[in-house]
């Protein structure tokens, strides 16, 4: 059975290569979602999927009403500036986790190797030291580097450039973090989850496992955040 997860990423990968091409040029719609699910061969369910993830990476915009506007890849392409990553909410924040990290995990689930598995269970074990010693800073900081390792591990080259955009997202919420070390204890169970679906090359579980995870850091932050509804159940 072909996971979610690695359909959604061939449909990624085929629309970026035809933006790419030009088949569609900047300004232009896309086919309406019949159509273009009909045309991959694809739910549309998972053409929605694909097309949130192409609007992260600044290559479309959906218009209510309208349908799919392809952007100027040249200008989404460009850096985000440090104004901008200052300026996102925690909400803000956990939207962009929200939308890449779960997608993010389960290409890494496909792909990770004894190494990688090895490599984000030390960041695990420094997050249960921390717990263990009461440090928070530590905590902190193991945190950040167990998704920093995540990221580091996606083998896809368009999450490339965006990867440091949720680097820096991830770190806007520290201080956020640092006021809170009780839940180092659930972030902690939560992360190994996720690790574990990993060493079990489960894309789903592992994607399924890091939406949890941060709607937790969302409930835990006092942030509802704005879901679609068929992820809403997760």
Known sequence: MISSSTVVNSV????????????????EMLPGQRELAEQLGISRPSLREAV?????????????????????????????TVETV????????????????PFIVGLVAQSANSQDIGQLRLTLMD???????????????AYIAFHEALFGLT?????????????NALKQSTEMLRNSPEHLAARLKENEAV??????????????????????EGQRMGIELNIPDEHSGQ
Do not use: C
């Open 155 to 167: 083998t896809n080259p368009i999450f490339q450039s965006v990867v440091q955009q949720t680097g």
């Open 12 to 27: 990624v990968e085929k629309l970026r290569q035809a933006l790419a091409s030009g088949q569609w040029r900047s300004g």
């Open 127 to 141: 997050m249960r030291e921390a717990l263990e010693a009461g440090d928070s800073e530590a905590g902190v900081n």
């Open 195 to 216: 690790v574990r679906a990993i060493r079990d090359k489960n894309s789903a579980q592992a994607s399924a496992q890091m939406r949890r995870h941060i709607l937790e």
């Open 86 to 101: 200052a300026a996102a909410s925690l909400a803000d924040v956990l939207e962009l986790r929200y939308t890449l990290e």
């Open 52 to 80: 949130t993830v192409l609007e992260t990476l600044g290559l479309v915009r959906s218009m209510p009403g309208k349908g799919v506007l392809v952007l100027d890849m040249e200008a989404a392409a460009q850096e985000p």
